[in-house]
T-cell receptor, first 114, second 114 residues
Framework: NAGVTQTPKFQVLKTGQSMTLQCAQDMNHEYMSWYRQDPGMGLRLIHYSVGAGITDQGEVPNGYNVSRSTTEDFPLRLLSAAPSQTSVYFC?????????????FGPGTRLTVT | GNSVTQMEGPVTLSEEAFLTINCTYTATGYPSLFWYVQYPGEGLQLLLKATKADDKGSNKGFEATYRKETTSFHLEKGSVQVSDSAVYFCALNAGGTSYGKLTFGQGTILTVHP
């Protein structure tokens, strides 16, 4: 198993550009999520999905879109990049959203918006 | 709302020293508690967890006990190694309407010197 994979590892955007961060998992997990990591703030949930075709907002969803057309893939779209979106982005997956389950994280994408 | 507070870092220790990283939480109900570790350049990985009061999670010499009376989940290791240098995150999953969301502390940077 490759686990959770993310591409790209690094990205530099100019303000106003759009892009898609890719996330895939090969563990047949129903639950997938996106977090952003900022210094001194831990990780904050952007969007999550409980299965193909079902997505919902987390605590910091503004400026981001998601879709889940397959169980394996959960891309995160930045519609019009802003410097405030400079961060490290992590995708995570879990068998379900039950609270006691381990969540598996990808290696992250470091995004800089200039 | 739910929140997690970790001791401020960074923490610098000599090899074989005793480690404690404090973590306290605020949550309704009975959350599951986690410690995740992030090694340099990598994503987060689960270190240990506890899902009910008085449970002790343990892994790789690290331990933490779920203390509901003090709402704490302090991480301890009796003898740290250089390879333990990483960022440690305390997190909770409150279940119910939190929909799988992990609430993270701000992270504690640990550096272990030979």
């Amino acid at each position: 198993n490759a686990g959770v994979t993310q591409t790209p590892k690094f990205q530099v955007l100019k303000t106003g550009q759009s892009m898609t961060l890719q996330c895939a998992q090969d563990m047949n997990h129903e639950y997938m999520s996106w977090y952003r990591q900022d210094p001194g703030m831990g990780l904050r949930l952007i969007h999550y999905s409980v299965g193909a075709g079902i997505t919902d907002q987390g605590e910091v969803p503004n400026g981001y879109n998601v879709s889940r057309s397959t169980t394996e893939d959960f891309p995160l779209r930045l519609l019009s990049a802003a410097p405030s979106q400079t961060s490290v982005y992590f995708c995570a997956s879990s068998y379900s959203m039950l609270p006691g389950l381990e969540q598996y994280f990808g290696p992250g994408t470091r995004l800089t918006v200039t | 709302g739910n929140s997690v507070t970790q001791m401020e870092g960074p923490v610098t220790l000599s090899e074989e020293a005793f480690l404690t990283i404090n973590c306290t939480y605020t949550a309704t109900g009975y959350p599951s508690l986690f410690w995740y570790v992030q090694y340099p350049g990598e994503g987060l990985q689960l270190l240990l967890k506890a899902t009910k009061a008085d449970d002790k999670g343990s892994n790789k010499g690290f331990e933490a006990t779920y203390r509901k009376e003090t709402t704490s989940f302090h991480l301890e290791k009796g003898s740290v190694q250089v390879s333990d240098s990483a960022v440690y995150f305390c997190a909770l999953n409150a279940g119910g309407t939190s929909y799988g969301k992990l609430t993270f502390g701000q992270g504690t940077i640990l550096t272990v010197h030979p």
